[in-house]
């Protein structure tokens, strides 16, 4: 099953550098799928089944969803992927790149100093993950709800949709002007 | 289901995904692949936390990942709402146009 799990990584990798080398929006989300995809692939090898089952369920089915919500509602299309083409040239990418790789070269040299034998993964089931999460973690998954409240209250105030009033006297007309809007929609 | 896998494999498989997300975040100037970018380096840490729960048989790495999922889920609800709210301003996802924020 070894063959498996490297499967699962070359084509998390893959998908990954499609993801930051796309020009098109929804290329790169597409990718970004498959990459969450193979991401499950290595939980659900690595013995945590209920971790690839949220994975896929609120990673692929809903973050992405909203994603592909706002670069429709964007119209993000060909005019955006030709921008982005322009603004990526090598220039631009090849200095960050050259650093992140001496990083993540270091990282290798530090991880591989460290000989560690291999090992089977121990399958954790749902059920010791609910029992720690809901005694140990407990303050834990509580202030996790009061974030997710702060962020959808956060989200509702930032998304709402506000005209730019240049001036006062401007401030009437716009004002009717909603209003009649508002008359219209009733 | 039996895998034998060594953990350095599966760490430096976490390390490579996190690098390509710092990679993603500085390359690129439109703000929603850099949302983007952002999520590939907290899926990394995921599986590292998960890589490290399961070598122990400790249900605390899929805690962790559960807690991750919940951050994740709160950061892009504000962060579209912005860069909706970004867009609507400036017409514009191009980073670069909002140097009037002074910050």
Redesign the interface.
Known sequence: ??I???IA?TV??VA??M??TRHN?VH??LY?NV??MA?AM??Y????S??AL?EII??AG??MV??IF??M??N?GKE?AE??RK??KAK??IG??AL??I??AE??AL??S?G?????????SPR??A???FRE?LI?VEL?AM??M???V???H??R?KR?VLHRFLKEEVEKEEEKHEEMVL | MKTTVSAEAVILLAGLLFALGIVGVIIRKNIIFMLLSVEIMLNASGLAFIAAGSRWGQPDGQVMFVFILAMAAAEVSIGLALILQIYHQHKSLNIDNLKEMNG
């Open positions: 099953m070894e498996a799990f490297y990584g998390a990798v990954t550098l993801v930051i929006p790169a989300l970004l990459s969450l991401h290595l939980f090898l690595l013995g945590a209920f971790a949220l609120i990673y809903a973050i909203l994603f706002v670069v509602l964007l993000l955006t921008q982005e603004w990526l631009v990418w960050p790149s992140s790789a990083l993540f990282f290798l991880v591989l460290s560690q034998a291999a090992y089977s993964p121990a399958v954790v010791e993950v029992i720690s999460l973690y834990g996790a974030l997710l702060a962020a959808v956060g989200a509702a930032i998304g949709h730019l």
